[in-house]
């Protein structure tokens, strides 16, 4: 999102800010011709545990909740999906805030718990979602709410991924066709497009899944029914397969989902389909292009380092190891930071990480096959490889560091004494 865009943003919402209680616009007029305002309850203090949250949902008429934004399941979704640790909010799913919200509303709705900056970023809708939604029932959703809960299981990625597998052929399958498409209600269009999604980004093997977001999309399309988040949705998805062209394309036609130019993606040398491989920025430019290269997995002694540009964990690994001057050598010789395959939608952030660690430079795994050791996305993730078996492994970045445990897999490897 461009800066004038975040500071029109905030500067919209800062007139509420220190209002304990927002008002807003109904979403109906009364018939004697007059805008009546509901007041909206936001907690002085945010909520930070799963007994305060309860108490405000039972003391707050639902009227006088941003919550009531949501339609029933999505409020539901949501607030199962909150995650709350010792020093307050822990994590949540902003999904249904995407489809369902403007970032306006997100915002507010996420002043709750004191993360209402995650709005602004966020690929929320850029007009306000149709009143008629409220009014259709779906044939979807409760299918929609069992593959969602399969997809937040602790299972490991494979079995996880054959579960999700199964619930979409069984549940969404039989209504990918044009026919039961056009039968579908417009909720239900959308139902159908975000479990597509949901696969896609889960099981990226598996290309029928792009092919099932596509033409649910073009439905969407022809019922006028497309926003940021379904534009948003398939353009980071066309990147990570590698339908820059497409990309560049969708974007044209959206220009509302704001992200940059898809880089130039170039592949000079014959690579094999299934060998590892890399996406790497051009180095020492500002570029937008991507080169791929083969990834040697089968060195005598290498570090694969599972990293995020998202992750301050990952940035704090990368600020110790870079401070050691003996490991700073170690890993620019013998180790290589890999970010996971969808990661090539965040291009700006991974040229700025080359840029602040040229001895750790990062580059983006093609696909799957290039990173064969990792059974879960976890990062950052230290795997210390002779000749392609893995010897031992690290996992995270406390806050004390862990060069102790790196320096002892370096031994393991023979890098170091």
Not at 42 to 64: E, F
Not at 339 to 345: F, G, K, L, S
Not at 402 to 411: F, P
Request: net charge negative.
């Amino acid at each position: 999102m461009s800066y004038t865009v975040i500071a029109r943003l905030l500067f919209a919402l800062t007139p509420m800010l220190p209002c304990a209680v927002l008002a807003t616009e109904s979403p109906t007029t009364p018939d004697v011709g007059v805008t009546t305002r509901a007041e909206l309850a936001i907690p002085a203090k945010p909520i930070a545990t799963r007994a305060q949250l309860d108490t405000y949902l039972h003391d707050t008429p639902m009227a006088s909740s941003p919550l009531s934004w949501l339609t029933p399941g999505a409020q539901r979704r949501f607030l199962d999906s909150i995650i709350f640790g010792e020093h307050g909010l822990g994590g949540m799913s902003l999904d249904d805030l995407s489809y369902e919200l403007t970032r306006e509303q997100a915002y507010i709705l996420l002043r709750l718990f004191g993360a209402q900056n995650y709005a602004i970023a966020l690929d929320a809708r850029s007009t306000p979602r149709p009143a008629s939604d409220d009014k259709q029932t779906s044939t979807l959703e409760s299918r929609y709410d069992r593959l969602i809960a399969a997809s937040e299981t602790n299972e490991d990625d494979t079995t996880q991924a054959q579960t999700l597998n199964r619930i979409y052929a069984e549940q969404f399958v039989p209504f990918q066709t044009d026919a039961q498409r056009h039968a579908l209600s417009d909720r239900d269009v959308e139902f159908l497009f975000r479990a597509a999604t949901t696969l896609a980004f889960r099981v990226t093997s598996q290309p029928n899944y792009l092919t099932d977001m596509r033409s649910d999309f073009v439905e969407l399309a022809r019922r006028h029914r497309v926003d940021r988040p379904h534009a948003g949705k398939l353009y980071d998805l066309l990147l990570t397969t590698h339908h820059a062209d497409e990309a560049r394309a969708l974007l044209a036609s959206y220009p509302q989902i704001e992200r940059n130019p898809a880089p130039v993606m170039r592949t000079f040398a014959r690579i094999r389909d299934g060998q590892p491989s890399l996406w790497i920025a051009t180095q020492g430019t500002r570029k937008r292009e991507l080169v791929r290269f083969r990834f040697n997995i089968r060195a005598p002694a290498q570090v694969v380092v599972l990293a995020s540009t998202g992750c301050h964990f990952s940035r704090n690994a990368a600020r110790d190891i870079e401070a050691d001057p003996l490991l700073r050598e170690l890993f620019r010789d013998h180790a290589q930071w890999v970010t996971p395959p969808d990661e090539i939608t965040a291009f700006d952030a991974v040229q700025d990480w080359n840029q602040a660690h040229p001895a750790l430079r990062l580059g983006i795994a093609y696909d799957d096959a290039t990173l064969p050791m990792v059974e879960r996305v976890e990062s950052p993730t230290f795997y210390f490889l002779s000749h392609g078996t893995v010897v031992d492994k690290v996992i995270g970045w406390p806050d004390g560091g862990n060069l102790e445990a790196i320096r002892r897999g370096l031994r393991k490897i023979d890098l170091m004494r």
